[in-house]
């Protein structure tokens, strides 16, 4: 989770709101990325997304069985799907998100009977420093 | 939607599950896929995620805010998420998906109270035509 806090920390540099997340597979890191939504005038660049894109193309497969992935922010309901598609064995996330979040909240992808594969969901992890950086980033961008 | 059902017959001849989306603003095309998840390893390459991303990139803005989306299959919640997040102005799609929808089944995304931004949704166009690729192609892959 630190590496995940790392990306989101230089996403928010870059003044993208900071999320990181980080794929780890059989003990080794496959992809690290923060959120470029700006940068790229992309939408769907969330952290968790490039990360999933990244791992799977550089594995050569559409699947991560067995991958575990660390993201600072609850995902949203477009990457609490494509974590499902991916089949990540673990999700770890630091701050909820109710506004945002579909984990937790809102569309609660997981829990859905149309959600054909669910990971392990571990919230909380490195909470408050997840939560801090998003805090700063819209205090900052207020004043 | 004729023009999204070529691009879902065009995926279909490249082994990939027959679904195939366009763009349009001001009346122009300003982006039209299919899906191509096997083809990219990539399980977010979706048909209506990769027009949204070409859109945005073409026109540098990374909101498609009066544009409308044509898919010849219900969304699934990454998507539908996707087009929120795009803020796209209508979206008519074809056939229905109760096992992975995500607008009308499952999550419902655009019903969620932390749904910022909900399209005008037009379902049942083309639907016939839409569903019969599908039909076929999963038919045609179980001989």
Chains 1, 2 share one sequence.
């Not at 699947?63 to 477009?78: I, K, Q, S």
């Not at 499902?84 to 998100?97: E, I, K, M, N, Q």
């Not at 919230?123 to 420093?129: D, L, P, V």
């Amino acid at each position: 989770m630190d590496l995940a806090l790392n990306e989101a920390r230089e996403a928010g540099t870059r003044g993208e709101v900071p999320v990181g997340a980080v794929l780890v597979l059989d003990g080794a890191v496959i992809a690290a990325a923060g959120n470029r939504t700006r940068e790229r005038n992309d939408p769907t660049a969330h952290a968790e997304m490039l990360a999933i894109r990244d791992a799977c193309v550089r594995l050569g497969q559409e699947r991560l069985a067995g991958a575990d992935l660390y993201v600072t922010l609850e995902p949203c309901a477009m990457c609490a799907a494509a974590i499902s598609f991916a089949r990540v064995r673990r999700l770890y996330y630091g701050a909820a998100d109710p506004k945002g979040g579909g984990v937790a909240h809102g569309p609660r992808f997981y829990a859905q009977a149309t959600c054909h594969h669910a990971p392990e969901v571990y919230s909380g992890i490195a909470e408050t420093a997840s939560a801090d950086l998003l805090r700063g980033f819209f205090a900052a961008r207020r004043t």
